[in-house]
């Protein structure tokens, strides 16, 4: 792995924004020159070369933001770490809840309000054992039939 002006444009080398060229993609970006990156470093997740100015680079971010940086900030080029985890599918619920969701601070499962007590939803009741199902009276109901909701 190289590192500067002299580095080769490859993957894994460390190059300043100045010297990449547009379209490329890059990972662990430099906030200010000389910090040691914090932008784009988990995994799988790259930014691309957008523009260029006088002193600034511009960046499309994992976001889909455009954030533009000094042009003699280091980052590294395309050895992206981890690049198929995202397209990876959730084998558990659990590995959704306790990992994904739980990380975002996200809440999951979701439940519905019809199957929540009345003080938790306003679509929630005790009053029926069978949530969400309608109770109707079924077409071949006898008007005399006691106990049965039949139409009159």
């Not at 990972?27 to 470093?41: H, L, M, S, T």
């Not at 809840?97 to 519905?112: G, I, Q, S, T």
């Amino acid at each position: 792995m190289d590192l500067g002006n002299n580095a080769l444009l490859k993957p894994g080398n460390t190059l300043y924004l100045k010297d990449i060229p547009l379209g490329t993609s890059v990972f662990n970006i430099e906030a200010r020159p000389g910090d040691g990156g914090k932008f784009v470093r988990s995994g799988g997740c790259f930014a691309k070369i957008i523009a260029k100015q006088d002193n600034e680079v511009v960046l499309l971010l994992p976001s889909k933001k455009q954030k533009a940086f000094h042009k003699d900030v280091g980052q590294q080029l395309e050895q992206l770490p981890a690049s198929g985890r995202k397209e990876k599918p959730f084998l558990k619920a659990r590995t959704t809840r306790y990992f994904y969701m739980k990380a975002r601070n996200k809440l999951y499962p979701r439940v519905k309000g019809q199957s929540m007590n009345a003080v938790d939803h306003p679509h929630g009741t005790s009053r029926s054992s069978k949530k969400g199902q309608p109770t109707i009276a079924p077409k071949n109901a006898s008007t005399r039939s006691k106990g049965r909701k039949a139409e009159t």
